[in-house]
């Protein structure tokens, strides 16, 4: 055996020792990877009582103390909708899509009304932006994550450690990676050099950043798989940017969107008015332009909505028939209660135009089960509208705020 044989001998066994290596290495790197995922540093509250837990600076809190947020599954939990059940329903009932509008139903699944003042001032107190919500810091301003759509209120915040200044040029491409997990969206702020927190935009420069995950919508609150989904591709994202993220506890999370998704689903209320032909069907083409006339706009899907002069809408209107169809003799408005704001008394508005129409189209506004609504019991449901209101006032989501459009769309 020469030398050259040697030397090529050598040089395949350095090769396939360096292949080894380089494989054994990126196994060890993503089993690390998925333990920093799923691992937690503290014991299972679920399996230990009195057992003690760190607090937000990292030191052991008793598991008994005043200040803890535990899950616990008894009967009180449903108790903000046990009394919600049991207040007085509205004159007429609510009613909720996809359902025939025209009647009044409360929102939650026990059948409630529009009321329930004790049990919003109960969700109020619980839905406390800086004392309960997980990865709320001191020194972030609510009103000023709001506005740039990262809430502490409603949005679980995952600060982002980053070493000296991020330039949003280059961290833009990886933090839009991720921008929802299941149907709950995700958004980002930094704080910029200004002192001011705003989303991440091209030519900024942040000190520190915040990832947000909403903890609710209208349909669901962020579950499990969700959140194992958010710190996992957050995570992912982190190590591309050279950030590193606080991920709180996720038994404290699921608490806490349980909480406000139970708030969304007792004030998920929309009402509804009807009209009636009091004589022959309606000519589609001949309604159309009754409706246009009467401001409403006309949708790709054959609905019509009243904008409230902003670029929103007031309340929408449906025929009832399928977009084919030549006649129609029943119209329903509906008003999408916490999407509108007091101010423009999206209610008031919306019987307005339905008594305009009673006159121009020689129809009668009735409930679901074509009984008249009387002048008496359209001021009784406004009455309990404003009540509503002030629910949704003392519970810090006023309705058609910023936090309601995003919990309520």
Known sequence: MNDLQMSLIAAGGVFVVGIISYNKWQEYKARKSVERAFASDHDDVLMKSGAARPDAAGAPVDADSPGRHEPVLDANIDAPFAELAGSDALAEPVMREPAPAGVAEGAAASGGGIGGAAASAAMAASLDPL???PGAKADTPPAQLAENLVDPLID???PLNVEGAARGDKILPALLKLRRVGNKPVHFVGLAVNGDWEPIVHGGVYTRLQAGVQLATRNTALNELEYSEMVTRLRAVA???????????????????KNLHRFVAGHDAQLGVNLASKGAPWAMSTLIGALENQGFDVRPDG???MPDGEGGVLFTLSTNVNLGADTTSRLTLLLDVPCVTPARDGFGKMVTCAKSLELRLEAAIVDDFDQPLSDEALSEIAGQVGE???????ADIPAGSTRALRLFS
């Open 131 to 133: 004392a309960s919500l």
């Open 156 to 158: 679980c915040l995952i």
């Open 239 to 257: 190590d591309e940017i050279g950030a590193e993220p606080e991920v709180p506890d996720m038994i404290e999370v699921m608490s806490e969107a």
């Open 303 to 305: 609905r019509f909505a």
């Open 388 to 394: 509503f209101y002030q629910e949704m006032e003392a």
